[in-house]
T-cell receptor, first 113, second 117 residues
Framework: GDSVTQMEGPVTLSEEAFLTINCTYT??????LFWYVQYPGEGLQLLLK?????DKGSNKGFEATYRKETTSFHLEKGSVQVSDSAVYFC????????????FGGGTRVLVKP | GAVVSQHPSRVICKSGTSVKIECRSL??????MFWYRQFPKQSLMLMAT?????????EQGVEKDKFLINHASLTLSTLTVTSAHPEDSSFYIC?????????????FGSGTRLTVV
């Protein structure tokens, strides 16, 4: 079945440091890929997405590129802020739009001033 | 943008009682609603998928008689935890999408923290 694997946290960084969170997936066909962010006690917010190979999703300084050859969708940000402290989830949706999302285990990121 | 309003945000109930959680799509039609459960510091576990006007499809291991899902309209879906027990305590999150838009947009509610005492 479909699965998403992302690096375990917590990841602790200093402000303005570079952030990378690795995400790899297994799926039949060509899934759509997503990064969601969850702040404490809240639901999930879409951070970015890519629906086909080589697409780059970007938002709020975060980027991720859909790499079919390595089945990866790593999240990066060049300079993190304290407000980026949250849990980040990589996810995929296989098949038609509106199919269920399969989530990775989540990566907790803590940015210290 | 698309908004899903989820209520209540927190609820404490006694063992044996039932609790209803509502998710409303405010500015779009939720043709499909996903219900998730999240344990502390863990990922989201899909419980069931419901399409408007149809019976929900439950994931393996999820008791459909315990977790009743209703999706009678394009803007409202409810999850009722029946005869709740302490092990049902968890964070429940809904996610809605409009399949007709075909844009891979999933909007999440803000979650419900259920504590069964």
């Amino acid at each position: 079945g479909d699965s998403v694997t992302q690096m375990e946290g917590p990841v602790t960084l200093s402000e303005e440091a570079f952030l990378t969170i690795n995400c790899t997936y297994t799926a039949t066909g060509y899934p759509s890929l997503f990064w969601y962010v969850q702040y404490p006690g809240e639901g999930l917010q879409l951070l970015l997405k890519a629906t086909k190979a080589d697409d780059k999703g970007s938002n709020k300084g975060f980027e991720a590129t859909y790499r079919k050859e390595t089945t990866s969708f790593h999240l990066e940000k060049g300079s993190v802020q304290v407000s980026d402290s949250a849990v980040y989830f990589c996810a995929l949706s296989a098949g038609a739009a509106g199919n269920k999302l399969t989530f990775g285990g989540g990566t907790r990121v803590l940015v210290k001033p | 943008g698309a908004v899903v309003s989820q209520h209540p945000s927190r609820v404490i109930c006694k063992s044996g009682t039932s609790v209803k959680i509502e998710c409303r799509s405010l500015d779009f039609q939720a043709t499909t609603m996903f219900w998730y459960r999240q344990f502390p510091k863990q990922s989201l576990m899909l419980m069931a998928t419901s399409n408007e006007g149809s019976k929900a499809t439950y994931e393996q291991g999820v008791e459909k008689d315990k977790f009743l899902i209703n999706h009678a309209s394009l803007t409202l879906s409810t999850l009722t935890v029946t005869s709740a027990h302490p092990e049902d305590s968890s964070f429940y999150i809904c996610s809605a999408t409009d399949r007709k838009r075909n844009n891979y947009g999933y909007t999440f509610g803000s979650g419900t923290r259920l504590t069964v005492v």
